[in-house]
């Protein structure tokens, strides 16, 4: 059985598991390696169960803890081959741990099949991924300011997808963050807003999904009721039933959501 966790997910930290019970995959690290190792604890594994991490650019809000993390564990690391050069300007000592692709490209890890697709973002090589095992199939879309046509793809056929749902425009708009970064934000190399979220939410949905995880909302321009108000209007757009059809989650900024199957 495929199940997926987040342990942290918002503008200030993302970390997400996912596992079939014998595989247990990791993907970001964007909290303290404390904080990892307390949420894979609660799960019921160790760190050191862990089979790789996946890491999908090199923001501090998705590698904060990968260091120290990885003084403590074996795992092998898997981004983008311009991702991995990022992380090492930092890291120097993390350089034999890479394993680098392209975007597109698929791989396996142990038993997991895992895929991977282009975002627009404003780093290095921004990617998702999905995972599965053969039966069940788990997509992680975020940090992008556009949906890519090599997202669709990625998405398509997921029964959960965990996806972008970062900001509010009006929050935005008049919130107290400088011009120049309300810019970065909602532009092409920025994030989704929630009504851009909930479009790629009922796209997935369209292609099979009954899961929709809302994730990475800003703490500052969002709020989780406006974000699943996006999502269930673009869901019910498709004659869909939110709660019925599809299953809504906001998942929390800060804390663990527990196991869910994918």
Not at 97 to 116: D, H, K, N, S, Y
Not at 168 to 191: A, C, N, Q, S, V
Request: hydrophobic content about 40%.
């Amino acid at each position: 059985m495929l199940r997926a966790a987040t342990l942290a997910s918002g503008s200030s930290g993302n970390c997400a598991v996912v596992s079939d019970g014998r595989v247990h995959i990791l993907i970001d690290a964007g909290i303290s390696a404390r904080r990892i190792t307390q949420g894979l604890r609660a799960l019921g594994m160790e760190p050191r169960h862990l089979a790789g991490i996946l890491i999908t650019h090199e923001h501090a809000d998705h590698v904060n803890g990968l260091e120290v993390l990885c003084k403590q564990i074996s795992a092998p690391l898997y981004t983008a081959e311009p991702t991995a050069y990022a992380l090492c300007g930092k890291w120097g000592a993390l350089t034999e741990r890479f394993r680098v692709f392209e975007p597109g490209q698929r791989f396996a890890i142990q038993g997991l099949e895992i895929g991977t697709f282009a975002n627009s973002h404003d780093c290095a090589c921004p990617v998702g991924y999905s995972i599965t095992d053969g039966k069940r199939k788990l997509a992680l879309c975020t940090d992008t300011g556009v949906v890519t046509a090599e997202a669709r793809e990625g998405v398509r056929g997921a029964h959960t997808l965990i996806g972008e749902f970062s900001y509010d425009p009006e929050m935005l708009r008049t919130g107290p963050y400088p011009f120049y970064l309300k810019e970065r934000i909602w532009g092409d190399r920025g994030h989704l807003s929630n009504e851009m979220g909930g479009e790629l939410a009922a796209w997935a949905a369209e292609q099979g999904a009954t899961r929709i995880v809302l994730a990475h909302l800003s703490q500052e321009n969002n709020r989780p009721s406006l974000a699943l108000s996006a999502a269930d209007k673009a869901l019910s757009g498709l004659g869909l039933r939110p709660g019925k059809d599809v299953e809504l989650v906001a998942a929390p900024r800060s804390e663990a959501t527990g196991w869910f199957e994918v």
